[in-house]
């Protein structure tokens, strides 16, 4: 069950051709999405209107190089292991779910594309991928709509209470659910392979009202927010002190009078441990 | 100075829903992201802003101290234990920056046992006086301290 291709195996129901206009279909649905979304909301406008508003607080200018070293810094933290998280279960889900999400459906779209009849022979690697996929994505949704999701964790509400915002989560999780369960019944044209089709169409179709396009978006966001550090403007905020320059206690002297001439780490405060209010 | 949020740099993380004392941090049910349900409500306390790990949070200063167009921006760290804020005027030229100690001892030690402590008489439960006063606002020190009593006098710019 694990080691075959349930889309050839389809195909002696649906015709490759279809199979592979839908993925073409879906992407188009991504795209036309993404720019309906970008442009509906204004966030690239917004985003490069706050860029120009930033840069003319700066107080240097960043090199290149120095951009390239913060793009792979971005792409190291932020794209590949979703650094921006500060809560370490949260970030977990989201590898888990970033990464179901992300071998699913290229092993989907490999499939269907590359190996669409019986008469190629599909490598058994590929449908191993789609299933641990599936389940990375399943598992890691999971436990983010039913515990970490803030509406569960900080405000209190029930599991089964959900949002139009919740539409991206929701549909990735009826995608890897009746995917693995069409599966697990034997593939085949059924139910399950109806309502695996169905949520999919409205993972990639709703895009224009899902948090879809988010992975478009943050990568940029994170590369300015690291931007506006190297280049001084900060967005306003407060410098990073170091607490025991003589010149910093010397313009604040309630550091040393307070705290000493050499301040020891203080330790975590809120971030020790976790709210525990519901 | 009541608080509001930036929606582009919160991640709807929740630390500020569940810090709230007044309970009116909440998370937008469209987007998903924090905001003050009722900021005439706000107590001013500022513990959404200095508990949000990205900064997302700040506070509108009143007119008479800061125009409009002013940025009032606030770093928190909790490893040096301090709290740095920034005041900046429309006009960019008015531009202060505070440091302050949150702790000068680390976070969890030095918790005083109160339970310790021997039990209140009936003489003290009965007075006007709080839980070690006068001591605690050192009124037993030569009366209340004041800036005069102290030799201090307020100066522009400098925050006692």
Redesign the interface.
Known sequence: MFTSNLFSELSASISPSIMQGYIVLMVLLVMGGTILDMMHKKSAQ?FFE?AKKASK?AKRTVGAGEKASLAASVLVNEVLTSG????PR?RLSHLLTMYGTVIFVVTTAIMILCYPTPATPTPALLPQLWHLGALMLAVGGYWFWLFIR??V???GLPWFRF???DLFILSLLATSTFALIWSFTGGGLTVFFALFVLSSTVLFGGVYWS?FAHMFFKPA?AFQKRIIMADGSR???????D?TDPE?QR??P??PM??GKN??????????ER?K?Y | MPTFVYM?RC?????C???CPSDIM??D????RAYNIEPNMCWECYSCV??C???AIDVRGYADFAPLGH?V???R??????I???I?FRN?KKDM?????????????HIPKLAELPAPSKEMRDSQLLFNEPKYIRMDDGGLHTLQSNGLEIKEGVQY
Request: with cysteine; aromatic share 8%; proline share 8%.
């Open positions: 917004y706050n607080s921006e998280f500060s809560n949260r803030v509406d964790s900080a405000e949002e139009r915002a948090k966001a967005e306003n905020l407060p410098p990073e002190y607490l910093v313009k604040f309630d550091i307070y705290m301040p020891p780490n203080m330790g975590l405060c809120i971030k020790a709210a209010h | 582009t991640d709807g993380c929740g630390e829903v569940d810090i909440h998370i049910k469209k987007l998903r200095k508990a790990p990205h900064q940025s921006r606030v770093l760290d909790e490893e040096k234990g301090t740095a804020w920034r900046k960019g920056e505070l440091l302050a100690p949150i702790t000068t001892k680390p976070w969890g030690k």
